[in-house]
């Protein structure tokens, strides 16, 4: 049984190479970004810490698939962006306390890991976070039930925050739940 990072290392070394574009909730909510430190975490390719840094971000990127990190810092230093990649399993990655104005977070949900994000964001930081709600499994039988939450449970995780959207995608991506929260200030 292949581990998780030669799991994606193996699927980032078959794709076409090219850095995507960055997730339409961050673009459709690009209004509220400002400048400062953010984290890319479960980043892949890095199509948002490109997107994050071209507006000013400089960008922690964390993946645990050296192939994906290799190819940001490439497409990165290219294009003279200020992004930081690095490769680390995030079951073992330290997050610094009251470190980021940004963190994003897409298609990658693990309980464990939801009270150092939520210490990790500076008070009046933003978080965007989109992952796989429970009505994945209609779709992906195999797909592991610890990597899902209830469709209208992924803002419990973030206490003290000012939920700004907390949604289920529409249409054919009903299996996807979203949140766009601010660290309170007091």
């Not at 799991?7 to 209004?31: C, H, M, T």
Request: aromatic share 12%; charged share 25%.
């Amino acid at each position: 049984m292949r581990s998780d990072r030669e799991k994606w290392d193996l699927r980032y070394s078959q794709d076409s190479g090219r850095i995507p574009e960055a997730d339409e909730f961050v673009i459709s909510n690009s209004s509220l970004l400002t400048s400062g430190i953010a984290m890319d975490l479960a980043c892949g390719l890095g199509g948002d810490s490109i997107f994050l840094a071209e507006r000013g971000y400089t960008v922690h990127a964390v993946d645990i698939s050296s192939e994906a990190i290799f190819r940001l810092a490439r497409a990165s230093r290219r294009m003279g962006l200020d992004i930081h990649p690095v490769i680390a399993d995030l079951d073992r990655f330290p997050l610094p306390k009251d470190y980021y104005d940004l963190i994003v977070v897409f298609y990658f949900f693990a309980k464990d890991l939801m009270p150092g994000i939520v210490s990790a964001l500076r008070k009046g930081g933003l978080l965007f976070y989109a992952t796989y709600n429970q009505r994945h499994k209609s779709l992906n039988p195999c797909f592991n039930p610890d990597y899902l939450v209830p469709p209208d449970g992924l803002a419990k995780y973030f206490p003290g925050f000012d939920i700004l959207i907390h949604e289920t995608a529409a249409g054919e991506r009903q299996n996807i739940s979203r949140v766009l929260a601010e660290k309170a200030m007091d």
